[in-house]
């Protein structure tokens, strides 16, 4: 089992900057992804941005240029920084983790992120 545990969003106005953490604990040695996904009000939940324990990162075209997702092994962490954040970012955030067989994902409780205009 792992728990995530997500912290850093909030109220940022357009143009602002965010930056957003998930602390995972548990059974860290099955992870491989880890990386973030996000629900805006009446919208299906969409990936943001994911990164491997080795190798490239993925993101959404919308983010792409604006955010960047790292990871630090030795604090089972993973960052989103989010930069020039637009009104369309809004949305709860949520952190994610994905076995190493891609048999399940682990996710974590939101966190809101809101963008005023």
């Known amino acids: 089992q792992v728990h995530l545990v997500e912290s850093g969003g909030g109220l940022v106005q357009a143009g602002g900057s965010l930056r957003l953490s998930c602390a995972a604990s548990g059974s860290i040695f099955s992870i491989d992804y880890m990386g973030w996904h996000r629900q805006a009000p009446g919208k299906q939940r969409e990936l943001v941005a994911m990164?491997?324990?080795?190798?490239?990162?993925n993101y959404a075209n919308s983010v792409k240029g604006r955010f960047t997702i790292s990871r630090d092994n030795a604090k089972n962490t993973v960052y989103l920084q989010m930069n020039s954040l637009k009104p369309e970012d809004t949305a709860v955030y949520y952190c994610?983790?994905?076995?190493?067989?891609?048999?399940?994902?682990?996710w974590g409780q939101g966190t809101q992120v809101t963008v005023s205009s």
């Open positions: 994610a983790a994905v076995r190493r067989d891609y048999s399940f994902t682990y």
């Open positions: 990164i491997p324990n080795s190798g490239s990162t």
